[in-house]
């Protein structure tokens, strides 16, 4: 099981992410607006402005602080035990 930080100590599974897409089109902000009214958001955001928007296997939806870029590259890291095996 891999957790992904998605900000302020905010963690993610990782098997349970379907996408990570920026907020800013349209359709993203229904998705989040049917999330809400269907009770299916989570907001991780602490207030701050919502940068990614998660979508899990699930249908729920996940909004976070950080650019989705960064979410990505968390997504791609290697655990730390599996780097230390390697060489």
Same mark, same amino acid.
Do not use: F
């Given at each position: 099981?891999?957790?992904?930080?998605?900000?302020?100590?905010?963690?993610?599974?990782?098997?349970?992410?379907?996408?990570?897409?920026?907020?800013?089109?349209?359709?993203?902000?229904?998705?989040?607006?049917?999330?809400? +009214?269907?009770?299916?958001?989570?907001?991780? =955001?602490?207030?701050?402005?919502?940068?990614?928007?998660? /979508? =899990?296997?699930?249908?729920?939806?996940?909004?976070?602080?950080?650019?989705?870029? =960064? /979410?990505?590259?968390?997504?791609? +890291?290697?655990?730390?035990?599996?780097?230390?095996?390697?060489?």
């Amino acid at each position: 099981m891999k957790l992904i930080n998605i900000g302020y100590g905010n963690m993610v599974m990782a098997d349970r992410v379907i996408a990570i897409v920026s907020e800013k089109s349209a359709p993203i902000k229904r998705i989040i607006q049917e999330a809400r +009214e269907n009770g299916m958001l989570i907001d991780a =955001t602490y207030g701050r402005r919502t940068r990614a928007v998660i /979508i =899990t296997d699930s249908r729920q939806v996940v909004l976070a602080p950080v650019q989705p870029e =960064t /979410i990505a590259g968390r997504l791609e +890291e290697k655990p730390a035990a599996a780097q230390e095996g390697e060489g």
